[in-house]
Every structure is written in C-alpha cells, then in structure tokens.
C-alpha cells in the first residue's frame, strides 16, 4: 500500500475514503457520502473533489483497489509452496474476501457497479484483483494464456463475491465450498486444453506460425505496445 507519512495527497485519500465508509452503510457510494466524509475527515473540499472528481465512483473504486494492495501484502507473507496451484488460487480468493472489514461496503459497491453507466469500470477493478492474484501467485504467462487467466478468474471472483454477500453460514463456509467447486470447474476446462495440447493434429493448429493467436502479447512482454498507450495488448506484427 502507499506510504502515507509521505505522500500527503495519498494521507488525504486515506482520511476521506474511511470517512466515507461511516456514511455508505445509510446513504451508498454517493456524493452524500462524500460531502460528509469531506466534512467529517478535515480534508480540503478542493483536494478532496480533485481525489474524487467522479464522487462516490472513485470512492468505491479506490476502496475496492484498497483492498486489493492489503491482499497483496497479505499473500507477500504465506507460504503456499506447499499446497496444489488451484488451492493457492483459492486462497488467494478467500483473502482478498477476508481483508475486507465492511461487508455492507462492497454489497453497496456491488450495486453500483451493476448499474449500465458504471459496469465498465466495475469489470476494470475486477479485472485489476484477478491480474492481482495471479501475480502474485507468479504467473509468467507472455501470451494469450495472460488474457484467458485472467478472464477465467475474474469470472470465478465476481460469482464468489455475489455468493459472499449472502452468505449466513459461520464463517462463510458455504461461500469457501462455492470457490472450491467454481475452481474445480476451472480446472476441467484446463485438462480439456491440455489433452488438446498432447493431440498432434490440434498442436499443430494451435502452435502453427499462421495461427494469429499465437501472436497475442501480455501487456510489456515482446511485442506487445507500450502500456502508456493505454491498450491491455495486441496482436504483434
């Protein structure tokens, strides 16, 4: 996470951000809940609105990319050398889930990023905790596989999180066997890839120097554009 003895705009975002979490249970992600987290943190109105210029959206998304830095932090400090990679996998999940402290918070986060206007940027910060995870994790993927990870388990994080939300069991069992058994869906998806791989008339398809996707590039891997150009990447030359 940033250092905020340092940075004192990062210091101004913190403030107002938990500020804000007091208010959101009763009015959402809102520019209720920003008046008054501004009100109630002592931040300067005009560099808080300059924090937030879209309100309670960039709240919400700076709460969701908040919590994705502590599951960093957290993950930097297992072991899970010694467990299966979908069980690092799952893990991951479940402390992405577990660093949260507010609940109400991301169910209301949930639904404002359900709605049509603000469903791109949700899928961004969805998209931004599955390329979390898998760095984490020490993913080296370079090539198409960079883009189908990171689909797969956005997909799998976002039905675990709206599982979550209405989880009653003691501690979130049922939400934990819910991940386990998406994951394993995952997983079957997988072997089918990889029985295709061992078949030599679909490797020579899918490893042919025609194939475009094979020219598919991460984001700063070789051949890939410049990520300032704002492309996740391309098709290389």
Known sequence: MTDTTTDPRAAAMEAVLAAALNHVPFDGWSEASLRAAIADSGVAPGLAR????????????????????MMRDRLAGMDLTAL?????????????????ADREAVRRGATLFALPQHAAQGARLIWGTADAIWTALGDTAVDLNWYTKRATLSAVYAATVLY????????????????????????????????LRRNPLARGVMES?????????????????????????????
Request: glycine content about 10%; hydrophobic content about 40%; overall charge positive.
């Open 50 to 69: 300059a924090l937030f210029p879209r309100g309670g959206v960039d709240l919400a998304a700076e709460f969701h990319r908040q919590g994705d830095a």
């Open 84 to 100: 299966r990679f979908r069980d690092r996998v799952a893990q991951a999940v479940r402390t992405r889930l577990e660093v949260v």
């Open 164 to 195: 979550w939300l209405g989880d009653e069991t003691p501690d979130h069992q049922a939400t934990w066997d819910f991940l386990d058994r998406r994951i394993a869906d995952v997983m079957r998806v997988e072997g089918a890839k990889a029985s």
């Open 209 to 237: 120097p025609l194939n475009p996707l094979n020219r598919v590039r991460a984001p700063g891997a070789k051949g890939a554009p410049d990520p300032a150009a704002g492309l996740p990447g391309r098709i290389s030359a």
